[in-house]
Nanobody
Framework: QVQLVESGGGLVQAGGSLRLSCAAS????????MGWFRQAPGKEREFVAA????????YYGDSVKGRFTISRDNAKNTVYLQMNSLKPEDTAVYYC?????????????????WGQGTQVTVSS
């Protein structure tokens, strides 16, 4: 198993930036592809970004392309989500997830472990 803990959420004005972190413990972090999802009140969980176990093949949801960047540091057992040019519609709880699949894609069911989430609120 792997345990995931997100941090870095908060309140930011539109146009601002935040960097989320997800620290992993348990089984070998570098064995997992990692993803970020988000969920706003009353909406389904939405794919944000994912990255392969070695840090290659990053891919993004259409709504965040060009604004968000996913990265990972296997030496620190941590995955990051740099969020720039934030918009009020980015407001959500952001979740980190781990998958044993090499390229799990954007589907929620492809991920095996989840963190508890961190709130991001973007004010207009």
């Amino acid at each position: 198993q792997v345990q995931l803990v997100e941090s870095g959420g908060g309140l930011v004005q539109a146009g601002g930036s935040l960097r989320l972190s997800c620290a992993a413990s348990g089984r070998t972090f570098s064995s997992y592809a990692m993803g970020w999802f988000r969920q706003a009140p009353g909406k389904e969980r939405e794919f944000v970004a994912a990255i392969s176990w070695y840090g290659g093949n990053p891919y993004y949801g259409d709504s965040v392309k060009g604004r968000f960047t996913i990265s990972r540091d296997n030496a620190k057992n941590t995955v990051y989500l740099q969020m720039n040019s934030l918009k009020p519609e980015d407001t959500a709880v952001y979740y980190c997830a781990a998958s044993i699949a090499m390229l799990p894609g954007p589907k929620v069911y492809a991920y095996d472990y989840w963190g508890q989430g961190t709130q991001v609120t973007v004010s207009s």
